[in-house]
């Protein structure tokens, strides 16, 4: 049996997706995966389901954190990627797919979105204005704490970073205090483009 292969037209499936039980086949490609934000999300899910099992976190620490850490990444530059052409601000214009640091990239989401809601001021409804003040400051505690831990994404990959030091330093992560802080902005950076359509239509 062929591991990969370019369609499942053998196997009666044609090009379509059978959710099999048994796992049998894995998807890829654009015909399955429109778009960043599709890779984001998958990365979302695959940090839930490591957070939900019953292995010992001592386990799956960094995959887990660096699951999490890509999903913010992604989803942050799908947003910008979307809003720099609407927000008139040049913030990452030119290099948005060169940077990992996501403080880097919540600054720049923060510029282009606070632009746009200038452009619009009555983008947002009223709850929505209260439901932002809670979504940025989880944001930022979020962004700040993965920072302090990996700053480019490699020390959740890497044990020694290119100069042969250890990446980490001792630390102990409350990930469930984590998981629920990112479960409260998933939501909203989710569902920003969306929100942002709705808002220039009233």
């Not at 880097?104 to 606070?114: D, E």
């Not at 009555?122 to 944001?139: C, G």
Request: glycine share 2%; charged share 25%.
């Amino acid at each position: 049996m062929s591991i990969l292969k370019d369609t499942l037209k053998q196997d009666n499936h044609q090009d379509t997706y059978v959710a099999d039980s048994d796992r049998k086949y894995c998807m890829i490609g654009k015909s399955f995966i429109k778009s960043d934000f599709e890779y984001a999300k998958q990365y979302k899910v695959a940090f839930d389901l490591l957070f939900n099992t019953s292995v010992d976190n001592r386990q799956i620490s960094m995959p887990m954190l660096f699951l999490l850490h890509h999903y913010f990444e992604l989803i942050l530059k799908y947003n910008i990627q979307y809003f720099m052409d609407k927000s008139g601000e040049n913030a990452l214009k030119t290099n948005l797919n060169n940077t990992h640091n996501l403080i880097a990239l919540r600054n720049a989401f923060y510029q282009h979105w606070n632009a746009i809601k200038k452009l619009y001021p009555e983008l947002l409804y009223e709850k929505e204005k209260v439901a932002e003040t809670k979504f940025h400051k989880n944001l930022n505690s979020i962004i700040d704490i993965l920072s302090s831990m990996d700053k480019d994404s490699s020390a959740t990959r890497f044990f020694k970073d290119k100069q042969g030091n250890v990446s980490l330093g001792n630390k102990i992560v409350n990930l469930k205090l984590l998981k629920e802080l990112t479960d409260s902005v998933v939501p909203y950076l989710n569902n920003i483009i969306e929100i942002f359509k709705r808002g220039v239509q009233k």
